[in-house]
């Protein structure tokens, strides 16, 4: 099958999957067509029951799908600096503290505590799995991806500094879950040993410099876009930077992910105020949101998909049912103590850490940082992979399905301010 194909495939999945959403279900469109999907492939499972050709050949189609490839080093750069775009600078500066605690200081708070009670809970259901294997799946459930949820405070009028807050965090939040990720899959293949130090300059080096490169992949850009009047070549300009500073950040060793969201921040500010005419400006915005809707769709579709390619057991699906708890517990964890941090110094937001820690959703990023773990090391099978593979998924599909449901409700709830205090009449009195 060709990769014209696939591509047919899948888009085809996700028109039709986001039209019976549209007009059936009217979730919103990340929860809905990973709900459809994976009633889909569900539905193909149990079909392979009576039909054994049905269940392998759908199987057999996702496996072909490189995810990892396709989300890490395809559609995240673009995904990144697209959502980036409408994140006002002013409003993140003033949220920063928040921001950079939660993306540096909760990201690695949440590693930890996932890996160390991981560890515990796979020892107790009998499942031998090392701690750096442990603390690898903490890395990669950290991020959060919080594309239902802020649709959903949008549409509740959650306050600007709380959407600025949970949006902030999810964008540099990716880019540095990546980097912790790879410095702990680096000492998992044998590249380097585990030592402090090394992990930290690796961090350095690839967080810092990405940032830099997207500011100079961003400023690079930014006078070309300024030295002409031309929409059509100036989004082929912003295409050129996220498709070309992506790999070009990789090939280089920097976070391609923290270069695009501090590519698309200047671009989306100081661009948008200095080098466009409100015609490019018009363009540009709607095609980067075009942009976006497309590959999320195919995104969710995919990431319903691969309960085809996980391989389940009794065993393995109780340790990622016992895993849901730790992530929930991790999260609330590592956003609690920033904001513990800042009530010293700051007013913080009614309800901020809970819903901090209901509306941190995980979503394909965790799964396809779990896909990058080798089969094998040294010729010998890493047999961690398959069981971080089911905790991931199980943890990534409740995430999506049962919180991105419930936030809604939970945040209007979290988000009304207090009533009065109720006093008391004596009979015969007027209220």
Not at 155 to 170: C, D, Q
Not at 213 to 221: K, M, R, V
Not at 281 to 308: K, P, R, S
Request: net charge neutral; with cysteine.
């Amino acid at each position: 099958m060709t990769l014209t194909d696939f591509v047919a495939i899948l888009l085809v999945l996700a028109a039709g999957f986001s039209y019976l959403n549209h007009r059936l279900l009217r979730l919103p469109t990340a929860i809905g067509l990973m709900a459809l999907t994976l009633l889909a492939s569900l539905a193909a499972i149990a079909a392979g029951l009576v039909f054994p050709v049905i269940e392998y050949q759908a199987a057999a189609f996702v496996r072909q799908i490189d995810f990892n490839r396709a989300v890490l080093d395809g559609m995240l750069g673009f995904l990144l600096f697209a959502g980036s775009l409408h994140v006002d600078l002013g409003d993140l500066m003033r949220q920063r503290a928040p921001v950079l605690l939660l993306a540096t200081v909760g990201v690695a708070v949440s590693t930890v505590i996932v890996g160390g009670l991981t560890w515990l809970v796979l020892a107790w259901v009998n499942v031998p799995v090392s701690p750096i294997h442990c603390l690898l799946f903490g890395a990669l459930i950290s991020p959060t991806d919080p594309i239902a949820v802020l649709a959903l405070l949008q549409r509740l009028g959650a306050p600007k500094a709380l959407e600025v807050t949970i949006a902030g965090e999810s964008l540099f939040n990716d880019g540095v879950g990546v980097v912790v990720f790879l410095g702990l899959l680096g000492i998992v293949s044998g590249e380097h040993g585990f030592a402090v130090g090394r992990l930290a300059t690796i961090f350095l080096r690839e967080a810092v410099g990405g940032a830099a490169f997207g500011l100079a992949a961003g400023y690079l850009t930014y006078r070309l876009i300024k030295s002409v009047d031309n929409y059509k070549l100036e989004i082929l300009l912003s295409l050129a930077l996220v498709a070309g500073g992506y790999g070009l950040a990789h090939a280089l060793g920097l976070s391609g992910p923290i270069a695009m969201v501090v590519a698309g921040l200047l671009i989306g500010n100081h661009g948008r105020l200095f080098a466009m005419s409100p015609i490019t400006v018009q363009h540009l915005y709607l095609f980067w949101d075009l942009v976006d809707e497309v590959l999320n769709a195919i995104l969710f579709v995919l990431l319903g998909l691969e309960v085809l390619a996980v391989t389940f057991t009794g065993t393995y699906l109780t340790a990622g049912l016992l895993a849901i708890p730790v992530v929930l517990l991790a999260r609330l964890a590592s956003a609690g103590l920033p904001v513990l941090l800042l009530r010293r110094h700051r007013p913080v937001e009614r309800g901020m850490v809970r819903i901090l820690t209901w509306g941190g959703l995980r979503g394909a990023l965790s799964v396809a940082m779990a896909l990058a773990l080798p089969r094998e090391v040294a010729g010998a099978p890493v047999l961690e992979r398959d069981v971080i593979l089911v905790l991931t998924y199980v943890v990534v599909v409740f995430s999506i399905l049962v919180q991105g449901l419930t936030v809604g409700p939970l945040a209007r709830r979290w988000l009304a301010p207090a009533g009065p205090p109720e006093t008391k009449t004596s009979p015969g009195s007027s209220p």
